[in-house]
């Protein structure tokens, strides 16, 4: 007998934020557990499952087959969405890739700013570059969760396309918080975060080119504010 699979708290992060019903566009696929599981339980109707590789791309093929889903999922050989319509897709995921991979995807197909589409991003780096495209390219942050998986904290972004105040320095680097929130891993996250701002700083501060002392002089600003930030988290927890 199969047995039946689960999602990895990571990628469970990013289901749970998929709306009952909607189309979905995985992109960058890989083994398709995603999709697969989505339609599993009856989340979504149908899927395109799509890849940038042909080797990942038939192990989603095979995934499905053997979970008899197969026919519910248009899978596509194609770089992030160039070979998906706006209609065929309300909702977008992007799961495991860099930051900067992940704002190219959104930047290159025409149709990533037309409202009524939902974006759930979960980057394995470049988060600070991430926010940053999103802020200031019409997206709107709506939500961030972290999720724990093994020793490392993941955050799930849902974007949409719309209006939000500008994000600052500190909250480039961790998100946006805000009073009342339920945030257990909030806190270990910040001070992650703070230690990697201060670690960086630190690593330019022996050089003397210009373009590095202003780089410290971010990371540094930054810090400040994240330690600012990390407080009035704690305050709000007491
Ligand atoms: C580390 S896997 C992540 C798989 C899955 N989404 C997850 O989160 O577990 C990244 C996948 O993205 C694919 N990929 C990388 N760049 C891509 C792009 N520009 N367009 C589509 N797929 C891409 C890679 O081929 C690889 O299969």
Same mark, same amino acid.
């Given at each position: &007998?199969?047995?039946?699979?689960?999602? $990895?708290?990571?990628?469970?992060?990013?289901?749970?934020?998929?709306?009952? #019903?909607?189309?979905l566009?995985d992109?960058?696929t %890989?083994?398709g =557990?995603l999709p697969v599981w989505l339609i599993?339980?009856?989340?979504?109707?149908?899927a395109?499952a *799509? %890849? !940038?590789?042909?080797?990942?791309?038939?192990?989603?093929?095979?995934?499905?087959?053997?979970?008899?889903?197969?026919?519910?999922i $248009?899978?596509?050989?194609?770089?992030?969405?160039?070979?998906?319509?706006?209609?065929?897709?309300?909702?977008?995921?992007?799961?495991?890739?860099?930051?900067?991979?992940?704002?190219?995807?959104?930047?290159?197909?025409?149709?990533?700013?037309? $409202?009524?589409?939902?974006?759930?991003? +979960?980057? &394995?780096?470049?988060?600070?570059?991430?926010?940053?495209?999103? *802020? #200031?390219? #019409?997206?709107?942050?709506?939500?961030?969760?972290?999720?724990?998986?093994?020793?490392?904290?993941?955050?799930?972004? !849902?974007?949409?396309?719309?209006? &939000?105040?500008?994000?600052?320095?500190?909250?480039?680097?961790?998100?946006?918080?805000?009073?009342?929130? %339920?945030?257990?891993?909030?806190?270990?996250?910040?001070? +992650?975060?703070?230690?990697?701002?201060? =670690?960086?700083?630190?690593?330019?501060? =022996?050089?003397?080119?210009?373009? %590095?002392?202003?780089?410290?002089?971010?990371?540094?600003?930054?810090?400040?504010?994240?330690?600012? &930030? =990390?407080?009035?988290?704690?305050?709000?927890?007491?």
């Open positions: &007998m199969k047995r039946p699979f689960s999602l $990895s708290p990571r990628l469970a992060a990013v289901a749970e934020l998929v709306p009952q #019903g909607t189309r566009a992109v960058g %890989d083994h =557990r599993q339980h009856g989340v979504v109707e149908r395109v *799509s %890849d !940038l590789r042909p080797g990942p791309l038939s192990r989603a093929r095979a995934l499905a087959e053997r979970w008899a889903v197969a026919d519910r $248009s899978f596509r050989l194609c770089d992030g969405l160039s070979g998906i319509g706006s209609e065929e897709a309300r909702t977008v995921t992007v799961a495991g890739m860099g930051g900067e991979t992940i704002a190219e995807i959104l930047a290159a197909a025409p149709w990533t700013g037309e $409202s009524g589409h939902r974006y759930i991003l +979960q980057p &394995m780096s470049g988060l600070d570059g991430l926010r940053r495209y999103l *802020s #200031g390219h #019409g997206f709107a942050i709506r939500r961030e969760t972290l999720v724990e998986e093994g020793e490392t904290l993941y955050v799930v972004l !849902l974007a949409e396309p719309g209006e &939000m105040p500008p994000l600052t320095v500190g909250e480039i680097w961790v998100g946006r918080q805000s009073r009342g929130e %339920d945030g257990p891993l909030r806190e270990r996250y910040l001070e +992650q975060e703070l230690g990697k701002l201060r =670690r960086a700083a630190e690593g330019l501060s =022996r050089t003397e080119r210009a373009e %590095d002392q202003a780089k410290r002089a971010r990371y540094e600003a930054a810090a400040e504010e994240v330690e600012r &930030m =990390r407080e009035e988290w704690r305050q709000w927890q007491a």
